[in-house]
Antibody, heavy 121, light 112 residues
């Protein structure tokens, strides 16, 4: 069974940093692209970025809205996906999801339960 | 960026009824490889989005045949027939053809 479990959310002050983790299980982690998606309360999801699989060199793509502030990485020995977020702003307040990205079908086929990040003083 | 426009914003349907949700993209979603990466998701209250349909009309594993997708190019539709109580939530279309990946603004389905 595919499982994705995010952690690391919480309250952070504007200008601060936070690192989210996503523990993956139930599939061969290195075979899959992985993404981060966020959803402000009551709004639509927003894709943040993707990190490719081993066959594609673990390269990354980002949404221009967060490029330069957010960094996606992965620990392929522990099957963990990371999202490093810097220079946080109030508008970064959202539920953050990790999701498995199937580039062959263009979909997020499995999502984690999400973790809340609140940026406020 | 590809902008995904969904209509209506919300709709109310009786149990057993049928509904259609429209999704239009600002650019063609036909990829260079000939595939059209348009998908549909349902977010039930308090849950993460779940995949319903991929590549316009293909149902994901375990999804009821009451859900069907159609369309091409920039114009797509999700139909739900014989609506059940468990169908309530917000439906999103999404495109996977080009980066940045984008979602529609959502259609909220309520049961009368």
């Amino acid at each position: 069974e595919v499982k994705l479990l995010e952690s690391g959310g919480g309250l952070v002050q504007p200008g601060g940093s936070l690192r989210l983790s996503c523990a993956a299980s139930g599939f061969t982690f290195t075979d899959f692209y992985m993404s981060w998606i966020r959803q402000p309360p009551g709004k639509a999801p927003e894709w943040l970025g993707v990190i490719r699989n081993k066959a594609n060199g673990y390269t990354t793509e980002y949404n221009p809205s967060v490029k330069g502030r957010f960094t996606i990485s992965r620990d392929n020995t522990q099957n963990i996906l990371y999202l490093q977020m810097n220079t946080l702003r109030a508008e970064d307040t959202a539920i953050y999801y990790c999701a498995r990205w199937m580039y062959t079908t263009g979909v997020f086929d499995y999502w984690g339960q999400g973790v809340m990040v609140t940026v406020s003083s | 960026d590809v902008v995904m426009t969904q209509t209506p914003v919300s709709l109310s349907v009786s149990l057993g009824g049928q509904v259609s949700i429209s999704c239009r993209s600002s650019q063609s979603l036909v990829h260079n490889n000939g595939n059209t990466y348009l998908s549909w998701y349902l977010q039930k209250p308090g849950q993460s989005p779940q995949l319903l349909i991929y590549k316009v009309s293909n149902r994901f594993s375990g999804i009821s045949d009451r859900f069907s997708g159609s369309g091409s190019g920039t114009d797509f539709t999700l139909k739900i027939s014989r609506v059940e109580p468990d169908d309530l939530g917000v439906y999103y279309c999404g495109q996977g053809t080009q980066y940045p990946l984008t979602f529609g603004s959502g259609t909220k389905l309520e049961i009368k």
